[in-house]
């Protein structure tokens, strides 16, 4: 096992940057970035990025010295590379997480002001933001969890008609399509075949929406769903911050300041 540094090479926001990686872990990575007060805002889903000025201390530290080729290749070699966009951050990477119909997959949260390639999404979920900045979530009966409105895509269904469509019927809002913003995506590498996962399709893409209004009503069409509120992001976390997407949710939609 062993932490590699690269070069400070890469240039971004007027500084040179290195690149910090694990051949082995992301847990061992991010107690190494923990260990050399590296912020947990600097990892990019499979390193950190570390400024020049950092580059003499984290090598004290015990990081190898390598050349970017070998920090490429530890990634690839472990597994622990995530596929990605220029632009898009990487957030995290859950593995093993399990599913109502048997399944299981690792997950890729990745945050993007860019929607997914809309051949590749299986499914949309919004997050409904009032002008006070409260959230409306609804209890699934089928996965005995609290969450933001959402869930399988349609034939013929656009994406954000999909995330509308589900609004709709989950909470009662109707959105307007232009009024969505993407926020990020889910990208999922299944471990079991079957279920009802879709060939060519790994990606549920997720958007947030801002109301005009304080807490509008709320009603459902669905018997799927048994309950529906508005929470504080205080409660939304405690809904929901145990959920394997919930790191995607602290990076992109961070509670409004009075």
Request: glycine letters at 8%.
């Amino acid at each position: 096992m062993a932490i590699l540094v690269d070069p400070p090479r890469f240039e971004a926001h007027g500084r040179r940057w290195s690149h910090l990686v694990s051949d082995t872990s992301l847990d061992e990575l991010h107690a190494f970035a923990e260990r050399c007060g590296i912020p947990r805002a600097a990892f990019e889903g499979d390193h950190y990025d570390v400024p020049e000025e950092r580059y003499d201390a984290v090598v004290a530290a015990g990081a190898l010295p390598v050349q970017g080729r070998e920090v490429v290749r530890a990634l690839v070699g472990s597994g622990l590379r995530m596929q990605k966009r220029r632009g898009d951050i990487g957030v995290a990477r859950v593995t093993g997480v399990s599913f109502p119909d048997g399944t299981s997959a690792d997950v890729d949260l990745i945050r993007s002001a860019r929607e997914a390639h809309a051949a590749r999404v299986f499914a949309a979920m919004v997050y409904v933001r009032d002008a006070r900045g409260d959230f409306a979530v609804v209890r699934s009966v089928r996965r005995d969890q609290w969450g933001a409105p959402g869930g399988w895509r349609e034939p013929h269904e656009s994406v954000r008609e999909n995330a509308v469509r589900e609004a709709t019927e989950e909470v009662g809002i109707r959105l307007d399509p232009a009024a969505l913003r993407a926020v990020g995506y889910e990208r999922f590498h299944h471990r079991t075949a079957g279920g009802l996962w879709r060939e060519g399709q790994d990606i549920l893409q997720v958007y947030v929406v801002d109301l005009p209004e304080v807490r509008p009503s709320l009603s459902s069409t669905l018997d799927d769903t048994d309950e529906r509120r508005w929470v504080t992001w205080d409660e939304l976390e405690a809904l929901c911050g145990d959920h394997f997407y919930w790191p995607l949710v602290a990076a992109t939609l961070t509670p409004r300041a009075d």
